[in-house]
């Protein structure tokens, strides 16, 4: 493993941390605002939309990190 990977693997592990805990943080907001102005509305769906994209961002960085990790 090059020392390159190394880092890369060093920021990943962060990236996930941190996207780990916005989409927490998202999640509860939305749990919010379903609450408070339902399932269908823009404020929701929004909300929602943010989830998705934090998720994907989340499972695109986690890929990455466990095709370093894993053994060749």
């Known amino acids: 493993?090059?020392?390159?990977?190394?880092?890369?693997?060093?920021?990943?592990?962060?990236?996930?941390?941190?996207?780990?805990?916005?989409f927490r943080i998202?999640?509860?907001?939305?749990?919010?605002?379903?609450?408070?102005?339902g399932l269908g509305s823009p404020e929701a769906a929004e909300a929602s939309d943010l989830c998705g994209v934090l998720a994907l961002r989340f499972s695109k960085a986690e890929e990455e990190y466990l095709s370093l990790t894993s053994p060749s």
């Open 26 to 37: 998202a999640q509860i907001g939305l749990e919010k605002l379903v609450a408070e102005h």
């Open 1 to 22: 493993m090059t020392q390159q990977e190394r880092e890369r693997i060093l920021e990943l592990g962060q990236e996930l941390t941190t996207l780990g805990a916005e």
